[in-house]
């Protein structure tokens, strides 16, 4: 399985950029990159996936560079609504399954 | 579309009882999972399925099983449940397909072993 490691906490004010960094030393050719929020007391929520360079949807950016052992969240202005725990997911469809890694999870929190 | 839904919500289980957590999608999604996520911490993979009638083991099996005999249904079944299973449990569901990776949570069931 890949490894995720993540910054245990963020702080950020509204309105500035935040750049929430995963490694993932041993991703294997297949895997993707998914990132989820999670607030508390409830499931995690999906945020966006890559495989390589950089993908961008209506709420965050993901790059990912060419050796693929890193991935980079970035979310534009933040704002209070924005905190909350982030993880980055490694995971590959394998032999007919799925075989998934959660990070240890990021909390960010983001003050006025 | 409803999503995941799990039953119970909460639930209190003393030493050695048994119990089933639910988990329904209705979404048509081939994938399923349960993942269980203590206190502070990340979710832990603990078992999955691809499609109905195939499961296989995560990265935490010990102490459950798992039946998935519709598409929609993927119940997890703890037998003597034991403190150490005290935990949020996330069922979660996925298309995996044509490069959709995005997983879809319930919105879990608390479990306390006492």
């Known amino acids: 399985l890949a490894k995720t490691t993540q910054p245990i906490s963020m702080d950020s004010y509204e309105g500035q950029e935040v750049n929430i960094t995963c490694s993932h030393n041993?991703?294997?050719?297949?895997?993707?990159i998914t990132w989820y929020q999670q607030f508390p007391s409830q499931g995690p929520r999906f945020i966006i996936q890559?495989?390589?360079t950089k993908v961008t949807n209506e709420v965050a950016s993901l790059f990912i560079p060419a050796d693929r052992k890193s991935s980079t969240l970035s979310l534009p202005r933040v704002s209070l609504s924005d905190t909350a725990v982030y993880y980055c997911l490694v995971g590959v469809r394998t032999g007919g399954g799925n075989k998934l890694t959660f990070g240890t999870g990021t909390q960010l929190k983001v003050e006025l | 579309n409803a999503g995941v839904t799990q039953t119970p919500k909460f639930r209190i289980l003393k030493i050695g009882q048994s119990m089933t957590l639910q988990c329904t999608q209705d979404?048509?999604?081939?994938?399923m999972y349960w993942y269980r996520q203590d206190p502070g911490m990340g979710l832990k993979l603990i078992y999955y399925?691809?499609?109905?009638?195939?499961?296989d083991k995560g990265e935490v099996p010990n102490g459950y099983n798992v039946s998935r005999s519709t598409t929609e249904d993927f119940p997890l079944r703890l037998e003597l449940a034991a403190p150490s299973q005290t935990s949020v449990y996330f069922c979660a569901s996925s298309p995996w397909d044509s490069g959709n990776h995005e997983q879809f949570f319930g919105p879990g069931t608390r479990l306390t072993v006492l």
């Open positions: 399925s691809v499609g109905a009638g195939i499961t």
């Open positions: 890559g495989y390589k």
């Open positions: 041993n991703i294997a050719t297949n895997d993707y």
């Open positions: 979404m048509n999604h081939n994938y």
